[in-house]
């Protein structure tokens, strides 16, 4: 309930009010966010490259670029992939067993890496199963798991939380498509909330505006 607190509070787009079927009629499918499911109980994405290009971060930027090509190119060593190439983040919530909140992030960097430098680097012991030509990867102490969908995006998520995203058969269009094709448009920060999914009475939304109420 914490994490749905956090994510509520976050909260920039709530539901508009319009109907349904013309809110699904367009899932996104743009890179991180084709691997939101429509039906998750929301989400948050942020395109961290485009706001590190905003004015609010060029003091920022002009001390980056003062510690010149070297102090850089040591920086991006120290990560894997390289943090320069990193581009945007995406997390969401999925309702495990007895409707427990299972959150889940997704990083997007623009240039391609090896899985397995990731794995080396991050969980050197870590255990491997392979569900369905699908390789999850936990590490040796059971913090996080690790999975890896292309070259280009990570999936971490909690202990046993994988296996579930994995099996979720995530319809084409949800409720939560309009905030989807809504973050796919370019704009910076998008977060969605899908109402209907939380594990709350009806009674507790009576008295809310139309555009937060479930449908």
């Known amino acids: 309930m914490a994490v749905i607190a ?9 539901r508009p009010g319009a109907e349904p079927a013309a809110m699904a009629a367009e899932p996104a499918t743009d890179g991180d966010l084709a691997l939101v499911p429509a039906d998750a109980v929301g989400f948050i994405h942020i395109r961290a490259r485009d706001l590190w290009k905003n004015d609010i971060f060029a003091g920022f930027r002009q001390m980056f670029e003062r510690a010149g090509p070297k102090a850089l190119a040591a920086l991006d060593a120290q990560f894997v992939p390289k943090i320069s190439t990193f581009d945007r983040v995406t997390a969401f919530l999925l ?3 007895q409707q427990r909140p299972l959150p889940f992030i997704v990083l997007q960097f623009t240039a391609p890496f090896k899985p397995t430098d990731v794995v080396s680097a991050y969980l050197p012991n870590a255990d491997k199963t392979n569900h369905g030509g699908k390789t999850i990867y936990r590490g040796e102490h059971n913090d996080f798991e690790l999975y890896f969908p292309d070259n280009t995006h990570i999936i971490l998520a909690p202990p046993e939380a994988m296996l579930r995203y994995l099996k979720h058969e995530a319809p084409k269009t949800g409720p939560l498509s309009h905030g989807l094709k809504l973050a796919a448009s370019g704009k910076p920060v998008v977060a969605s909330l899908n109402v209907s999914a939380l ?17």
């Open 199 to 215: 594990p709350i009475p009806p009674q507790a939304l009576k008295g809310f505006p139309a555009e937060v109420s479930a449908f």
């Open 6 to 14: 956090t994510l509520t509070a976050t909260i920039l787009l709530i």
């Open 95 to 97: 309702l495990g067993e």
